[in-house]
């Protein structure tokens, strides 16, 4: 809320992800202040989400978990980063597209709930790429899916979910930058030139891909209409899956 209150200088400035901007204004009634009270400025990037198995999970891809889920209904767990988050909602758009019964296990963030998944505590978890690496490179996490549109340059081996035989099925953390509603045209667009040119240095696309956070050029306008389209596609989820914050 600070933010939608500063004064529309251009000084002050929020770097928000998906899960404020399009997810919490479903589950939080009523928001303090909604989406309206800020103007995009421009996505910066996103970081996609990794469908892991816990070690010993025997399964081949996407295809072996689903028939697995199948055969047992709700046997299967997963973890979140706790209700209402990126992971939560990417489990339940999975379950939602794939028709199976998988049991929630919430978690207080999203490295308990990667960690829950490496330790055998839960079966499965669309968990962050950032947290999961590691834990992948040291042979404690079985990496099945990237949840996002492309495969991720990190694991170029893994295929995407859509890929692995799920069709529709497109998740990712978003990083955008937003700034106080009233703020003039022109600062906007002088801002979103600042990131456009910040985007164009080598050493922090590295340091950003080896967090397997990609950059995304995007103008105000294409930020304003994935926002929207990001609100409405977790919005139909939520309500159709009448999920909440309990």
Do not use: C
């Amino acid at each position: 809320g600070e933010v939608s209150r500063a004064k529309p200088d251009g000084y002050t400035l929020i770097l928000a992800t998906n899960s404020t901007y399009a997810i919490a204004p479903h589950l939080i009634k009523p928001l303090p202040n909604g989406p309206q009270a800020l103007v995009p400025v421009s996505l910066i990037g996103l970081s996609p989400l990794i469908l892991t198995v816990k070690p010993g999970l025997n399964v081949q891809g996407v295809k072996g978990l689903l028939e697995l889920a199948r055969q047992q209904p709700g046997r299967l767990n997963f973890s979140s980063g706790g209700n209402g988050s990126t992971s939560h909602l990417a489990s339940e758009l999975f379950k939602d597209l794939t028709r199976t019964a998988i049991t929630h296990i919430p978690y207080k963030g999203g490295g308990p709930a990667t960690l829950a998944v490496a330790a055998g505590e839960v079966d499965l978890g669309f968990v962050d790429i950032g947290v999961a690496m590691p834990l992948i490179r040291a042979g404690r996490l079985n990496p099945v899916a990237v949840s996002g549109r492309n495969r991720s340059s990190l694991l170029p081996q893994v295929p995407t979910v859509e890929e692995a035989g799920v069709p529709q099925f497109e998740s990712a953390t978003k990083f955008a930058l937003f700034a106080p509603a009233g703020t003039p045209a022109a600062v906007i667009e002088r801002l979103h030139e600042a990131v456009r040119n910040a985007q164009k240095n080598d050493e922090l696309k590295d340091k950003l891909r080896q967090q397997g956070i990609e950059l995304v050029v995007a103008s105000p306008a294409e930020l304003r209409k994935d926002a929207a389209d990001d609100l409405a596609k977790w919005g139909r989820l939520i309500g159709e899956r009448k999920l909440s914050l309990d």
